[in-house]
């Protein structure tokens, strides 16, 4: 469909391309010191989820514990 539009030589020149995008192996590096396989990434990538997951819980347990303390405050002042 897409190669009547576009003509034959353009088409078989953008089927080249994606075939050889397809095929072609990716590697990251840090800074060329050592490849970053796609174990590493996955381990990096869990360990900021788990770390944010409890930076959340610390910070929405000190909300709670902020305005418990202020409730109780103003309970104790109206007595």
Avoid: W
């Avoid at 095929?23 to 360990?47: K, M, Y």
């Amino acid at each position: 469909m897409l190669g009547n539009k576009m003509g034959k030589p353009l088409f078989k020149e953008l089927e080249n391309f994606a075939q050889e995008l397809f095929n072609r192996d990716v590697e990251f590096s840090a800074c060329g010191l050592f490849n970053l396989h796609t174990s590493i990434i996955v381990s990096v990538a869990s360990a900021v989820t788990t770390y944010l997951a409890i930076i959340i819980q610390f910070q929405t347990s000190s909300i709670g514990e902020n305005s418990t303390t202020k409730t109780s405050a103003s309970k104790v002042k109206t007595s």
